[in-house]
């Protein structure tokens, strides 16, 4: 099974970068978010076109937005009305095998990494308590979950181009990564792209637009994420950063992980 996560960062704006992408790779599960199409708008026929013939779509306009395609059958679960807010920020699916699979958008968080002056970096971290809440409610030895999406904080020290320069800068705060460590803690997470990258390597799935040659400045963070619970740590295969999908004509600003496995779902 090849999974792969992307924020796409407004999907009809990326189709030719996506058809490519598909083409070279061949996935049978694409995470998107931050899609920016309501569920009437997403242009479901090109994906269809694809090979995806099951999908779930949670969008709004302009903003935010999730969705899964699948070449197996997927089953929708219920989830939580996160901060009590419907911006379309989660999709919970279950496969045929018992495999569940979650794809998150969790907020960016503004500038100001004060909850006190920032609405948005507060909503940040109650978003993030939240869902550790959640899943620690679920915790089970047996529990097969996958979790993928722009978690928008970049943990560990080479996860950021600047561990010193960015300490202050919202994505890599310290109070954004205790309320990450949190979220891994609530399940026992693996984070699976470590699991092939040693943290003392760095690794990057975002570059700014502002750099006019993003390769050679390489001012990158990872803020795109695979967790998986232990019980599917022995089914990881490899995995992918696809940096050309960041060099296409008018890329998104993230470039897609992927990740394979050793599951049929």
């Known amino acids: 099974m090849r999974l792969v996560t992307w924020n796409i960062n407004s999907v009809r704006a990326r ?81 045929d095998n018992g495999t569940v699979l979650h794809n998150f958008y969790i907020p960016a968080g503004g500038d100001i990494p004060d909850p006190e002056q920032n609405d948005k970096f507060a909503h940040k971290l109650a978003f993030m308590t939240e869902v550790s809440a959640w899943f620690k409610e679920q915790q089970a030895d047996n529990n097969k979950f996958i979790l993928v999406g722009d978690l928008n904080v970049a943990p560990l020290e080479n996860d950021v181009w600047s561990h010193k320069q960015l300490l202050k800068v919202v994505s890599h705060t310290p109070t954004e990564v205790d309320h990450m460590d949190e979220m891994m803690a609530s399940h026992d ?67 897609p992980v992927i990740m394979d496995f050793d599951l049929i779902p």
């Open 189 to 255: 997470w693996i984070d699976a792209m470590r699991h092939f990258v040693p943290g003392t390597e760095r690794l990057y799935s975002w570059w700014s637009y502002r750099a006019r040659d993003w390769r050679k400045s390489n001012k990158g963070r990872r803020l795109d994420h695979i967790w998986v619970t232990p019980a599917l740590k022995p089914a990881l295969q490899s995995m992918t950063i696809d940096l050309a999908a960041r060099d296409a004509e008018k890329p998104s600003d993230h470039a």
């Open 15 to 95: 189709l030719a970068p996506i058809e490519t992408f598909i083409k070279t790779h061949d996935p049978d599960i694409l995470c998107l978010q931050e899609t920016k199409a309501t569920d009437n708008d997403f242009p479901l026929k090109f994906f269809l076109k694809q090979g995806f013939e099951h999908y779930e779509i949670a969008g709004q306009k302009s903003y935010n937005g999730v969705a899964i395609f699948s070449k197996y059958p997927i089953t929708k679960l219920d989830a939580p009305r996160w901060c009590d807010k419907d911006d379309k920020r989660h999709l919970a699916v279950r496969f």
